[in-house]
Structures are given as C-alpha cells and as structure tokens.
C-alpha cells in the first residue's frame, strides 16, 4: 500500500490562479480529510468527506472546493488564490470499522506559496 | 470545536520518561482518544490510542484516567527524535454516530516537547 499519496508537494501560485491540490489513497477508506498548517499553528480542518458523493465544510472552508467521486480520491481546489492560502496542506483518511476506534493516515503534505 | 486542553509545550531529559498531559473533561461515553505527532512540517504520526483502559504499544504507553476527563502519554525513555509537537484528540467511535457533524476531526493546539541532551 502507498498510504495517503499527496501532489505536488510544492507549488507556487500567483494571486487569483486556480489550482488543485491532488489526494488519493489505496487503503480503501472512506473517510477523508483536508487540512492546512500554517506557520507554527496546529491543523485546522477545511473539508472531510465520509464517502463517495458526500462532503462537508470543515472549520475553515472559504476560498475552497473539494469533491468525492470515487472511494479512493479527494481532490481540494482553490479558485482564486490569495496570499491568505498560503499554508501547507495536509490529506488524511481512515476506514469507518464499526466495532473500534481507527487510525488515521496523512499524507506527507503539500506547501502552497500563493505571491 | 477542539475538545482538548494540552500545556503549549515541555521540556524532557533524554533517557527520561516524558509525561505529556491532555484534559478531556467534556468528552463522552463513546469517544477514544488518539494521540499523534508531527515531527518539523512532516504529516503527523500515529502514536496511541484508547477508549476506557491503559494502552500499550512500541512507542508509548496512554494512561485514562477513570473518569476519562484526562490522560497521560508516556514515552517512556525520550530520544531526542522525540521532539515533536503531540496531538491529543477525541473521536467518536464509528457505531456510535449518530449525526453527520460527528465526522469531523479536530485538531487542537498540541504540546510542543523538546527533548534536552
């Protein structure tokens, strides 16, 4: 298994681009999670998804988009890029077992400088 | 949303047992706790987690509390590869959810440990 495959894992954007922020994973998780990091601060959470076809926002959503067509990819696009995105991102995912808690994978992140 | 309180950061003397602390005072009947680690920008790491009982595994040891309002992470000889910021967090178990807003995964601010040679 390759875990939870985030990219680019750089990239740098100018003001009022657009672009997307690729994750997948092969563990066959359905659930899945977007998060960004900025500078010496904790994850805040943007979108998850608990399925195919089914997403929410998270703490964070503005200025964001994500979707969820297939079990194992869970792209997040930024519309119109502003320096306020720049930050690194983080993908995760779990499998929804009913019986005990599950750990969750993260990706190794993607930084986003947005000048 | 975060339902975890954790000191912003602690010191340890390498080859000594870091005690990492995490209050938890809201949490309810069907809610483990997890901890993690991110290491510089790195994504974080699965370190532990448990529901009622003391948990152990290669890497550290979680210790409930009995009203489960709290637990303690021990890394039990601490390396300076240790140093990290660790996560405390709380999740509902999978059969006990009930609404959709019980998906979400909260991170709070976290316990930055150095580890000291």
């Known amino acids: 298994n390759a875990g939870v495959t985030q990219t680019p894992k750089f990239r740098i954007l100018k003001i009022g681009q657009s672009m997307t922020l690729q994750c997948t994973q092969d563990m066959n998780h359905n659930y899945m999670y977007w998060y960004r990091q900025d500078p010496g601060m904790g994850l805040k959470l943007i979108y998850y998804?608990?399925?195919?076809?089914?997403?929410d926002k998270g703490e964070v959503p503005n200025g964001y988009n994500v979707s969820r067509s297939t079990t194992e990819d869970f792209p997040l696009r930024l519309e119109l890029a502003a320096p306020s995105q720049t930050s690194v991102y983080f993908c995760?995912?779990?499998?929804?077992?009913?019986?005990?808690?599950?750990?969750?994978?993260f990706g190794e992140g993607s930084w986003l400088t947005v000048v | 949303d975060a339902k975890t309180t954790q000191p912003t950061s602690m010191d340890c003397a390498e080859g000594r047992a870091a005690n990492l602390p995490c209050n938890h005072s809201t949490i309810s009947g069907n809610e483990y706790v997890y901890w993690y680690r991110q290491i510089h920008s790195q994504g974080p790491q699965y370190i532990i987690h448990g529901l009622k009982n003391n948990e152990t595994n290669e890497m550290a040891s979680l210790i409930i509390t009995e009203d489960r309002k709290s637990s303690t992470l021990i890394l039990p000889h601490a390396t300076l590869r240790d140093t990290a910021v660790y996560y405390c967090i709380v999740r509902v178990a999978t059969s006990e959810r009930s609404n959709f807003g019980n998906e979400k995964l909260t991170f709070g601010t976290g316990t930055r440990l150095t580890i000291i040679p």
């Open positions: 995760a995912s779990t499998l929804d077992r009913r019986d005990s808690g599950n750990t969750i994978y």
């Open positions: 998804s608990v399925g195919a076809g089914i997403t």
